[in-house]
């Protein structure tokens, strides 16, 4: 074919595309049988003016007369025209068309002409490439078919003429369709549709263009095109329809590239709408399946799921390709082909297959027609073989998964039975499905890792085997959120006080991720160190609140330090087990629940107090009496806080959860979080639980003595009496050191200036032996490292090598100085 081919190619097809079209038909010997609507109103004749006149007569150059008037001559007529002409107006003028010459055959082997021409100022789909138009003479040099199919039909709507191209197209062969009708020779929807349009321009006269139809081809055959046909009616000299002249052009490459287009839009609609690598694999498949492929897996490596960086390039590693599990898997057949791993199987890659060259080099591998005879890759894998023999596979294309220079998996498509092979564009379109899967794997692969980072420091931070001690059984639960919106800053902590005392604490950061994390890590660790100071809940958590605006600060942009920001809620209790009293203040942060003995659920009304980080209001706190056996509640919002329902709904179902008295801590911890939808949650959600003790009258002693030096060894023998009834009679000697230092050191600096006062003493016996001693004034005592010729100063010194630890709180009315001893009873 000549550089003048395609031009002409697409003349006549623009000529029979073009709304308007006028269509003529010739006999053989070029004289008008037939005329349409569109050519009176393109030259102005009407059937009448032109049925049985010559269609050279027409043509408005002498040179364009004598080479149509060759059309009547059998012996030298050519098979087929296109190109630029003039044709002559009734009213004289010239008009430059697009104009089409194809021969028909008929029954019984009669021919015809049949003429399209179109205005030439109609722009052509080709006229964009900058292709010139060609002469009528140069456009004679045509390929010996062009691609536009004519069929002429009678009223009946029976096929009285075709082009030898309409059943290379269609798939009818002409001795099927000469004298019957399209439903007869190829029954079904699209041909009674086509019928239907022939018949309402049969009755009307209007043309209907571009009606797209599927071609008639055998059910086995692997092509199927696309068609356009346009209908026009044709009319005799008085005017009469003759029937209409359907003409038909391959839309297939346009129907492709339109359902190309469909396919990646859903692309963006189906394929990584999580960060979850697996269900991402998952979703390139069935969208792929059977748009594209008959077939299709997908294999990602373990290091992608792990969130670790994945190599450059995949090499071996004892014989095989490290580590690929199946992520994607579907099928248009019920059983599919080849060696099935099931999802989330590690799948092997062997060396010797066009998966390991595709996995090096991360070049797409493509067989279209798939080679399986002898010498090929498929001779080391029989089980393939057999596979592809019995399902018939005749279509492959492996295309690697890779983002930012590493590969992340390998993604496979076949083609079955009938389907047509795969060609370039499918592997184009495939390239590009699997480019953008690749791209939500890779910031899965990234999410996993710092998801899984956040996860590792967050359990690291909490607390692994917290207990109440004396005070209460403790249980909890952690949930993190789902993996589209991270680990949130969810903590809490159970922290042992002095005097049989237990603090509870639970927080939430504001944000999730691994910053979210690494926050809380902080404000546990300020937490823990506040309560070591024994400070009440109200002044804790105001100290905690300057710390994290400190922190805040310290983490700001210095270019927009307006912009730092760190926010978070948390609860505070501590519990008495010697009163039965609590004393909680909150930042923010829901209220607690509290569960009396018989399962009665109450939510104390404790002021909200502003979050941490905003500096605000003062933090108040609220003492409440504790029945023995209570349980006492604290929660994230995550576990009241759902997508569906409101706060109120979510209390009233955690409420319902907590009334169970008859179970242990444990099952009432799982029974609360259980009532959890089974959807995703967008926040972490947690939940801490405490069964209240009370030490009994056996387990503390205590005495009042006035501020006088005589009373220590009245102290010292009260408090040795005691230890003899609890069995304790080992641990006197010390016991009694540590009550003459710390009663002697509450009279000499622990009163007011004139000396007058009290001194309490108060031994518990818990899982420690405790020592107390209680005075009226307000200074603060401080351990001394006395030099051997000083003779004070080693009071606190001795304390602290007598006891495990010591310390040293206020109180309303004074201080208190405590020191701790392991229990060693006799």
Known sequence: MDSSAPTAIAMAQTAFQTVGTAVALLDARGTVVGWTQAAQRLVGYSAADVVGRSGAAFLAGADDRAKASAFADPGSAPSRWSGLTGVRHRDGRRIDVRLCVQPLSGQEGRAQWVVAAADKDTPPSWAADGSGMESLTGALHLPSRLPVGVVVRDTELRCTWVNDTQGLKDGIPLQERLGRTLTETAPGKDAETIETVMRQVLESGVPATNREYRAFWPTHARREPALAA????????????????????????????????????????????????????????????????????????????????????????????????????????????????????????????????????????????????????????????????????????????????????????????????????????????????????????????????????????????????????????????????????????????????????????????????????????????????????????????????????????????????????????????????????????????????????????????????????????????????????????????????????????????????????????????????????????????????QLGPDQAASWEFPAEPSVVSSARSLAAAQLALWGLEEQAAATELIVSELVTNAILHGNNATGAGTVRLRLLRHEALTCEVHDTGNSHPRLRHPRTTDENGRGLFLVKQLSRRWGTRHTPNGKLIWAEQHLTPS
């Open 230 to 693: 346009s209908v026009f009616r044709i009319d005799d000299g008085q005017g009469r329809a003759l029937g209409v002249c359907a003409v038909s052009v391959d839309v297939s490459a346009g129907r492709r590239a339109r359902e190309r287009l469909g396919i990646l839009g859903e692309a963006g609609k189906r394929i990584g709408t999580t960060l979850d690598a697996m269900r991402t694999g998952q979703e390139l498949a069935d969208l792929t399946v059977p748009l594209l492929a008959d077939h299709a897996t997908v294999d990602l490596a373990e290091s992608v799921l792990l969130g670790e960086e994945p190599p450059a390039h995949p090499g071996p590693e004892g014989g095989r390709i490290a580590a690929f599990r199946r992520a994607g898997l579907a099928s248009a057949h019920q059983k599919a082909p080849g060696p099935m791993f099931a999802r989330e199987e590690p799948v092997p890659v062997p060396l010797a297959s066009p998966f390991t060259s595709v996995l090096r080099s991360g070049q797409s591998h493509f067989e279209p027609i798939l080679d399986t005879s002898p010498g090929t890759w498929l001779d080391h894998h029989d089980a393939v073989r057999a596979a592809i023999r019995d399902h018939t596979v005749h279509s492959l294309m492996i295309v690697p998964i890779h983002a930012r220079g590493a590969v992340l998996g390998v993604a496979v498509f076949v083609r079955t039975a009938d389907r047509a092979p795969f060609e370039e564009d499918d592997l184009l379109l495939a390239e590009e499905l699997v480019s953008r899967a690749a791209l939500a794997l890779d910031n899965a692969r990234q999410y996993a890792r710092e998801r899984s980072a956040a996860l590792a420091l967050q359990r690291h931070l909490l607390p692994h085997r917290a207990t109440g001690g004396s005070a209460a059984d403790v249980s909890w639960r952690y949930l993190p959120a789902d993996s589209h919106h991270g680990v949130g800053g969810d903590w809490f902590d159970v922290i042992e006080l002095p005097g049989a005392r237990l603090a509870l604490v639970i927080g939430d950061v504001v944000g999730h991720g691994i910053n979210a994390a690494a926050t809380m890590g902080r404000l546990r660790t300020a937490v823990r160190t506040l309560a070591s100071l024994d400070m009440p809940p109200d002044e804790l958590l105001a100290r905690l609140d300057e710390q994290v605006i400190r922190l805040a600060e310290e983490d700001a942009d210095p270019e927009d330090p307006d912009a730092a920001t760190m926010v978070a809620t948390c609860l505070y209790a501590v519990y008495d087990p010697i009163t039965g009293q609590c004393t909680m203040a909150r930042a923010g942060h829901p209220p607690p629940a509290i569960i009396d003995p018989q399962g009665r659920v109450t939510f104390p009304d404790l002021p909200t107090g502003a979050p941490l980080g905003l500096g605000l209001v003062p933090f108040e706190s609220v003492t409440l009496e504790l029945p023995e056996n209570s349980v006492l509640a604290l929660y994230t919002d995550g576990l009241i806080e759902t997508r569906n329902q409101d706060i109120d709904a979510g209390i009233n179902r955690l409420a319902t959860a907590l009334a169970q008295p008859g179970l242990a801590l444990e099952d009432l911890c799982s029974a609360a979080v259980d009532t959890l939808s089974c959807e995703a949650s967008s926040d972490d959600a947690t939940l801490l639980l405490a069964r209240t003790r």
